[in-house]
C-alpha cells in the first residue's frame, strides 16, 4: 500500500510541476499613476494558458546578457509583447555585487522597451489598468500598434543574476520578479 500511495505522490508531483513552475516563477507588478500594485502572478481581466508569458533573455554577440522578451506563444517567437533592451548592462564581479547587496543599492541603467496598444487601450496606462502587464494580446478585433519607448531599468542586488526589475518608461514602472532564473532560451540580438 505504502508503494501505491508512494507512486501515487510521485506522479501527481511530475505532473503538476510545470504548471506550478510556469505561474510561481514569475511576478509582476504595475506602477501607474504613482502607485504600485501588489505583486501578482496572473492578470487580471484575462485568462493566460499554463503556455502564456513566455520570458526569453537577449543577449549581445559576446553573450552579455541585454535585456529580455515576453512572448505569448514560445512556439511563435516573432509575437513579442513587451520588449526591454538595456544598452549599458556589466556583469559585476563579486566585490560589487557584495556591495550593493550589503548596502541596497540597486543597478541602473538606460534601455529601451517596445510594447504594444490597441483602439481599445491607446495608451499604456490603459493596457496596465486593465492587464497589470504590457501584454496585448494578439486575437481580437483590434489591431496592434507597436510602441518603442526611451527606459530606465533598475535592477535590485543580487548575488548571482539579476532577478528583480523595475522598468521606468511613458510616466510608468513595471516591475517584474523571477524567484529563480527562469529563462527557458536565449536569443543573440545585434
Request: hydrophobic share 40%; aromatic share 18%.
Amino acid at each position: 500500500m505504502k508503494k501505491i500511495v508512494a507512486y501515487i505522490i510521485l506522479l501527481i508531483s511530475i505532473f503538476a510541476t510545470p504548471k506550478i513552475q510556469a505561474f510561481e516563477c514569475m511576478y509582476t507588478s504595475a506602477y501607474v499613476h504613482g502607485v504600485w500594485t501588489n505583486w501578482v502572478t496572473r492578470y487580471s481581466n484575462y485568462e493566460w494558458n499554463d503556455n502564456d508569458i513566455c520570458p526569453m533573455a537577449l543577449h549581445n554577440s559576446n553573450n552579455t546578457f541585454v535585456g529580455f522578451r515576453f512572448l505569448l506563444d514560445k512556439n511563435i517567437p516573432w509575437d513579442v509583447c513587451f520588449e526591454v533592451i538595456i544598452e549599458n548592462y556589466e556583469k559585476t564581479n563579486k566585490k560589487i555585487r557584495k556591495y550593493h547587496q550589503k548596502n541596497d543599492i540597486w543597478y541602473e541603467y538606460s534601455g529601451w522597451v517596445e510594447y504594444y496598444v490597441t483602439d481599445e487601450f491607446p495608451t499604456i496606462e490603459k493596457v496596465l489598468e486593465y492587464y497589470r502587464f504590457p501584454l496585448i494580446p494578439p486575437k481580437g478585433d483590434s489591431i496592434r500598434a507597436k510602441r518603442k519607448a526611451k527606459a530606465t531599468i533598475k535592477i535590485a542586488p543580487y548575488k548571482n543574476l539579476p532577478l528583480c526589475f523595475n522598468i521606468y518608461f511613458d510616466g510608468i514602472g513595471i516591475g517584474v520578479y523571477f524567484d529563480k532564473w527562469y529563462f527557458d532560451e536565449s536569443i543573440v540580438v545585434k
